[in-house]
């Protein structure tokens, strides 16, 4: 399937590892040029060159905290007309409500809710001009089903939702949809530090308690970061324009609501 989108240029945050370098790499995949970001420069060459050899894309790494003022101009200097943005930041930890701070909640709002918002407000414009756009925020099934123990990112994400809720149906109408996919358990990095504490108190390996939360699963099992990357590319496609202001779970079918 085609969907429309070789030659266009995306910037993909948080994308040297995880569901970030899962969405670059099929963006990548259907030719689009990429601008990727990470704190760690080797990591993120490293990611460069291997979505490079396996597409051959153009793809411009960019080393800076995209949390900060000084990383999202850094990375709106590589490439200051997107046609497609994924807003993605590392989640803050989890833990007690009780143990957090003002600063706590300062750095949790900066990084999830904050971020996402600001790289919209400099690049939304842009694509309402050019007449195409896409924007997606990978943010977390907790917006859907808040989990006790990860409340700072529950409350900022929840924020960053709600945000787009609003000017996703002032957008749409130039061609530019803003949506969300919110993951459940992948096979991530993320995901295993989250099991960490599971791990501990069932006594048991980080391995084992990742396969124990996949079994609970209805499907068994948790999900690959290739499954979600072309979820991602989807919602970025030319056909999807008529799909705005939405969240996706990618859960495998955790949630038991039905809206």
């Known amino acids: 399937m085609d969907l429309g989108l070789k030659g266009r240029k995306a910037i993909v945050c948080a994308s040297s590892k995880g569901l970030g370098r899962a969405c670059a790499l099929a963006l990548a995949k259907e030719g689009v040029d990429l601008v990727i970001n990470?704190?760690?420069a080797d990591a993120l060459n490293a990611t460069a060159e291997q979505i490079r050899a396996a597409t051959g894309v153009n793809v411009t790494p960019?080393?800076?905290?995209?949390?900060?003022?000084?990383?999202?101009?850094?990375?709106?200097?590589a490439c200051p007309e997107p046609d497609i943005l994924i807003n993605n930041a590392g989640g803050?930890?989890?833990?007690?409500?009780?143990?957090?701070?003002?600063?706590?909640?300062?750095?949790?709002v900066d990084g999830n809710m904050l971020t996402g918002i600001f790289l919209i407000k400099a690049t939304v414009d842009g694509m309402m001009e050019r007449k195409f756009g896409r924007i997606v925020n990978i943010t977390s099934s907790a917006v859907k089903a808040p989990?006790?123990?990860?409340?700072l990112s529950n409350?900022?994400?929840?924020?960053?939702?709600?945000?787009?809720?609003?000017i996703a149906r002032e957008t749409v109408r130039h061609n530019v949809t803003i949506n969300g996919l919110l993951p459940g358990?992948?096979?991530?990095?993320?995901?295993k530090g989250t099991?960490?504490?599971?791990?501990?108190r069932e006594a048991v390996s980080v391995e084992e308690a990742v396969r124990r939360i996949g079994e609970s699963n209805p499907a068994g099992r948790v999900g690959e970061p290739?499954?979600?990357?072309?979820?991602?590319?989807?919602?970025?496609?030319?056909?999807?324009?008529?799909?705005?202001?939405?969240?996706?779970l990618l859960d495998g079918g955790n949630f038991p609501g039905v809206l």
């Open 38 to 40: 990470g704190r760690s």
């Open 147 to 151: 989990i006790a123990i990860l409340g």
């Open 226 to 248: 290739e499954e979600f990357g072309q979820a991602c590319a989807f919602l970025c496609s030319a056909g999807a324009g008529f799909i705005t202001g939405q969240n996706l």
């Open 155 to 166: 409350g900022a994400r929840a924020g960053l939702t709600g945000f787009v809720a609003g």
């Open 92 to 108: 803050p930890p989890p833990g007690d409500f009780r143990d957090w701070d003002r600063d706590d909640w300062i750095k949790a």
């Open 195 to 200: 099991a960490s504490a599971r791990a501990q």
């Open 62 to 77: 960019v080393a800076v905290d995209v949390t900060t003022d000084e990383g999202r101009a850094a990375l709106l200097a």
């Open 185 to 191: 358990p992948f096979n991530t990095d993320r995901l």
